[in-house]
């Protein structure tokens, strides 16, 4: 499974970013996505997880929002209200076996990653 991740930048404080992660796999449908972030100097993090269920950090309740389309194999990360603490590099991975519906908040939890797209929100 190969994962490409685009649609970072730069925005201001208060803008909003779609993210995209596009995979590779005739059953994408079946694969458990997530969203983590890693902000210079820190560990990577967990973003928003979807596997029949969604879920997300604190951090990003109620202003970060996970999404696919199963047509176009593909996962979004809509970020809405950014703050300058959302500046990090975002990678998107797959966990292409799982039982659900449920989500998965842990790194070792997924077998495969994305490049990472570089998200930088100035105040």
């Known amino acids: 499974v190969q994962l490409q991740a685009y649609g970072g930048g730069l925005v201001q404080a208060g803008g909003s970013l779609r993210l995209s992660c596009a995979a590779s796999g005739r059953t994408f449908s079946s694969y458990a996505m997530g969203w983590f972030r890693q902000a210079p100097g820190k560990e990577r993090e967990f973003v928003a997880g979807?596997?029949?269920?969604?879920g997300y950090a604190d951090s990003v309740k109620g202003r970060f929002t996970i999404s696919r389309d199963n047509a176009k194999n593909t996962v979004y990360l809509q970020m809405n209200s950014l703050k300058p603490e959302d500046t990090a590099v975002y990678y998107c991975?797959?966990?292409?076996?799982?039982?659900?519906?449920?989500?998965?908040?842990?790194?070792?939890?997924?077998?495969?990653w994305g490049q990472g797209t570089l998200v930088t929100v100035s105040s």
């Open positions: 979807s596997g029949g269920r969604t």
């Open positions: 991975a797959a966990r292409t076996s799982y039982s659900g519906p449920r989500y998965y908040p842990e790194r070792d939890d997924y077998n495969y």
